[in-house]
Antibody, heavy 123, light 108 residues
Framework: EVQLVESGGGLVQPGGSLRLSCAAS????????MNWVRQAPGKGLEWISY????????YYSDSVKGRFTISRDNAKNSLYLQINTLRVEDTAVYFC????????????????WGQGRLVTVSS | EIVMTQSPATLSVSPGERATLSCRAS??????LAWYQQKPGQAPRLLIY???TRATGIPARFSGSGSGTEFTLTISSLQSEDFAVYYC??????????FGQGTKLEIK
């Protein structure tokens, strides 16, 4: 059974930093691309970052570029999101999510999601 | 960036009836369109990919159609567990992956 379990998060002051982790199991983690998607309270889904299976390709949304860093450790079956210079508008549930990428450059839709982790940015 | 627009924002339907949800892309996404269901406090669940292919374990009452810029999710006979928020997402022109703003399907 595919499982994605996020950890980290919590209450952070504006300007602060934190790191989210996502532990993967039930599939060959090193064969899949991974994403972070967030959802502000009562709002819709916002994709924020992608990392390919071997970390060769990394992308960010404009809203987080320069402040967020995605990384992975295939030996530990883990995905990470380092978040710096937090803003109130970064308050959201952060989901890690799996997709596949193909040699053509195309990708599959996101097929599995973690349960999410709430990050609250407030003074 | 491709903008995805869903309509209506809220849809009120009685159990047993049919629900039709729409999703429009600001430019063609071919058939690379997915639908997700999200219930309160839960992660989204993949329902449909490739515009019309049901994901594993998804009941046959869920169907998707469309290509290019116009897409539809149809739930043929609503069950109580189907009342949720539904999102469409394009994965043709990326990054970024873009989602619609969601349609809340509520009990009439």
């Amino acid at each position: 059974e595919v499982q994605l379990v996020e950890s980290g998060g919590g209450l952070v002051q504006p300007g602060g930093s934190l790191r989210l982790s996502c532990a993967a199991s039930g599939f060959t983690f090193s064969s899949y691309s991974m994403n972070w998607v967030r959802q502000a309270p009562g709002k819709g889904l916002e994709w924020i970052s992608y990392i390919s299976s071997s970390s060769n390709f990394i992308y960010y949304s404009d809203s987080v570029k320069g402040r967020f860093t995605i990384s992975r450790d295939n030996a530990k079956n883990s995905l990470y999101l380092q978040i710096n210079t937090l803003r109130v508008e970064d308050t959201a549930v952060y989901f890690c999510a799996r997709c596949e990428s193909y040699y053509t450059g195309s990708v599959s839709p996101i097929d599995y999601w973690g349960q999410g982790r709430l990050v609250t940015v407030s003074s | 960036e491709i903008v995805m627009t869903q309509s209506p924002a809220t849809l009120s339907v009685s159990p047993g009836e049919r629900a039709t949800l729409s999703c429009r892309a600001s430019q063609s996404v071919s058939s690379k369109l997915a639908w997700y269901q999200q219930k309160p406090g839960q992660a989204p669940r993949l329902l449909i990919y490739g515009a019309s292919t049901r994901a594993t374990g998804i009941p046959a009452r869920f169907s998707g159609s469309g290509s290019g810029t116009e897409f539809t999710l149809t739930i043929s006979s609503l069950q109580s567990e189907d009342f949720a928020v539904y999102y469409c997402q394009q994965y043709n022109n990326w990054p970024p992956f873009t989602f619609g703003q969601g349609t809340k399907l509520e009990i009439k």
